[in-house]
């Protein structure tokens, strides 16, 4: 492994790491990931095909977008990363918000993120200036450390969004969890039929009981339509009900 960056903290404590490796889930190549000190990758390239998408849920995404509005234009995408999903979006008109100006640096000097349509700042306070019935898709990719903030899984946070939809607009999430039985994702998916008339989950296979893995949410104001062999290995699944997410006071 060659560590090409890991000097600075944020300001909740948390590292990030970039470094390159010649494995990667099996596969031989060259891999440049970026990940929390834990070792949670938060995005990957390969080297030798950098116009690959390498996880599954970004193609997931793609799908489910091209699936529910072939034609969609406008996008706000919450969570940066390596830029995996916004720069496959370059055709479109995207914003994408991120919390971490460190971030949005790596993205750029280390992933040849090519775009100028970055803010830095929390992406809810970020999103509400934004107009209503703007978007065609608001897109949720935000992680720390610990989990996705709960004040993007709240249930004013979603009408947030809501109002920032037109009207065949979705709401898209990639999440981190156990599947049907976890107790945040049954939360979210909970929260999320509040607001919204039309709700799915999808999950990869599950390899062990115990196994986080990425749990994808969307919700919508019309029917939602995909094809499962176009999901990136991702199926529908339905969770057991849950509470409801509020903001804290």
Not at 91 to 103: F, G, L, N, S, T
Request: aromatic share 10%; hydrophobic share 40%.
């Amino acid at each position: 492994m060659r560590v090409l960056y890991d000097e600075d903290y944020g300001e909740d404590g948390s590292t990030l790491v970039v470094y390159e490796i010649s494995h990667y889930e099996g596969e031989r190549g060259r891999f440049r990931v970026l990940a929390f000190s834990d070792g949670a990758a938060q995005g990957v390239m390969d080297l030798d095909h950098p116009d690959r998408i390498v996880f599954e849920y970004p193609r997931a995404i793609l799908h489910l977008m091209e699936t529910h509005i072939p034609d969609f234009n406008e996008a706000y995408v919450i969570g940066l990363g390596i830029g995996t999903l916004p720069a496959r979006l370059r055709d479109k008109r995207v914003k994408v918000a991120e919390i971490d100006p460190r971030v949005k640096e790596i993205s750029s000097r280390y992933f040849g993120y090519p775009l100028a349509n970055v803010d830095v700042g929390d992406g809810r306070s970020l999103l509400e200036k934004e107009p209503n019935l703007a978007h065609d898709f608001v897109v949720l990719d935000a992680f720390t450390e610990k989990d996705t903030p709960l004040h993007l899984l709240s249930e004013s946070f979603f009408r947030l969004c809501g109002d920032k939809l037109n009207e065949r607009g979705a709401l898209l999430m990639n999440l981190f969890g156990r599947g049907g039985g976890d107790a945040l994702i049954r939360a979210a998916h909970t929260t999320l039929r509040t607001v919204f008339p039309h709700a799915c989950c999808f999950e990869l296979p599950q390899t062990g009981a115990a196994d986080k893995r990425n749990i994808l949410l969307m919700g919508a104001w019309q029917p939602i339509h995909f094809r499962e062999k176009e999901m990136a290995g991702f199926i529908a699944f339905q969770p057991e009900e849950g509470y409801i997410i509020q903001d804290r006071k």
